[in-house]
């Protein structure tokens, strides 16, 4: 699925409830051509910033019949990743540009500067700049969306992170909006720790449609919280 097609599917993004907020919302995903979702996995990685998305996604997959795939990816090659608080949790591949449509960029670590963490991702300049050169849609979660900052794609544009680093992410050049979620067309990015539910709901009506969603929220029993904010 190529950029061009995410500018189409932007129009659900900014056509307000008579659009994505419409239960006859038509998805622009499908099982003949899925949305490939890869979510980047690292040392320190922030548990509910990454699970939050990858189960939301994955049911939203299922409910779908397979509009939609998810994937967890290391930055290189596969490995156990060990998470902020201790869980391990092997990730069989690596991550390939070409292989995604989406890249979820979870959080954590952000303020152990020596750490594991998202720290590493923004010391990797090799990385940084495979990130910057994607062709997806960028997703950030949390502190996640540093790491987008450091590859200069919040560079003027709008975005939201965790509110302790709302500053380091204005000083960086972003125009910082206080929502729970932002959709900026090719740039999406969440709050604090638990916007990745979200954050992942968002994407979910955005390229499925409202029905399946409702679903996924009535299996999950979690409604979501706060407005996107829309460009």
Same mark, same amino acid.
């Given at each position: ?7 189409? &599917? ?7 409830? +008579? &659009?994505?907020?419409? %239960? +006859? ?11 490939? %979702? ?11 910033? !990454? ?14 019949? /397979? ?18 608080? /201790? ?7 690596? !991550? ?12 954590? +670590? ?88 979200? %954050?992942?709901? !968002? ?8 029905? %399946? ?19």
């Amino acid at each position: 699925m190529e950029r061009r097609t995410f500018l189409r &599917a932007s129009a659900l993004s900014v056509g307000g409830v +008579g &659009a994505a907020g419409a %239960v +006859g919302a038509a998805p622009t995903a499908s099982a003949a051509a899925p949305l490939r %979702v890869q979510v980047v996995m690292f040392d320190g990685v922030e548990e509910q910033d !990454w699970v939050a998305p990858v189960e939301v996604l994955s049911l939203a997959g299922r409910a779908s019949g /397979g509009a939609l795939t998810t994937t967890m990816v290391t930055t290189g090659r596969p490995a156990t990743v060990t998470c902020s608080y /201790g869980t391990r949790v092997e990730v069989a591949r690596g !991550w390939s540009p070409h292989e995604a449509d989406v890249l979820v960029v979870p959080g954590g +670590g952000y303020a152990d500067q020596a750490g594991p963490g998202v720290r590493r991702l923004i010391a990797d300049q090799q990385f940084l700049r495979r990130l910057a050169a994607a062709d997806v849609l960028h997703v950030g979660i949390c502190t996640g969306v540093m790491v987008l900052s450091a590859a200069g794609l919040t560079r003027g544009r709008n975005a939201t992170t965790h509110t302790a680093a709302r500053a380091d992410l204005a000083a960086q050049g972003a125009t910082v909006v206080n929502a729970r979620v932002v959709d900026d067309g090719d740039l999406v990015t969440g709050g604090g720790i638990t916007s990745g539910l979200d %954050v992942a709901l !968002w994407l979910a009506e955005r390229f499925l449609g409202a029905r %399946v969603t409702q679903r996924v929220e009535t299996i999950l029993e979690y409604e979501r919280r706060g407005t996107v904010w829309r460009a």
